[in-house]
């Protein structure tokens, strides 16, 4: 999957470079999300800064940095990292989205008298729909690679916030 978003940036690169009326940069949308989940015994905060390309008035694809900040019970949870997304508009209010989420999670649990660290890597496939209105959409996402026992997120399905400017 992240050969396929590669190869499609390396594409739309290429095509722009070699065209000499287009801007890319210029055509390139700035924003990103911000997601809140509250569930029993915590919460998470997710700030997602991100750029995007529409390749065409449906379809975008873009890239962004994630930091994420969660509380359960006596665990705290640190997560950086950056992720890819494509983003599909079958009509200008509905926005379908995929993105590929690679994060670095430091853990850490009060446990009497020491305190347990972990640290790993975490994986995460979202699919979303969005309602978009000008240049926010509103949506839900749902996590297919969501692991109950690693994940920093309450539950698969989270909702989500997304500006573009």
């Known amino acids: 999957m992240f050969i396929g978003f ?12 070699s065209n000499s009326d ?9 924003g ?8 029993n015994g915590g919460f998470n905060i997710n700030v997602s800064p991100s750029a995007i390309y529409p390749v065409t008035n449906e379809f975008s694809a873009g890239a962004s940095l994630n930091f994420n900040y969660a509380e359960f019970d006596d665990e705290k949870l640190l997560a950086y990292g950056g992720s890819i997304l494509s983003l599909y508009n079958p009509i200008p209010q509905i926005q379908l989205s995929a993105e590929f ?6 853990r850490s649990l009060e446990a009497v008298p020491y305190t ?14 969005g309602y978009s209105t000008y240049n926010v959409t ?6 297919l690679l969501y692991n109950d026992n690693k994940s ?10 997304r500006v573009y400017f």
Request: charged share 10%.
């Open 138 to 143: 509103f949506g839900l996402r749902y996590d």
């Open 32 to 39: 990103g999300s911000l997601g809140m989940g509250f569930f």
């Open 116 to 129: 347990l660290e972990d640290n790993y890597w975490l994986p995460a496939l979202f699919l979303g729909v």
């Open 152 to 161: 920093i997120y309450g539950n698969a399905l989270m909702p989500f916030v």
């Open 101 to 106: 989420e690679q994060l670095r999670i430091n």
């Open 6 to 17: 590669v190869t499609i940036f390396q594409v739309i690169c290429h095509a722009q470079s």
């Open 22 to 30: 287009s801007n890319f940069f210029g055509r390139v949308r700035y």
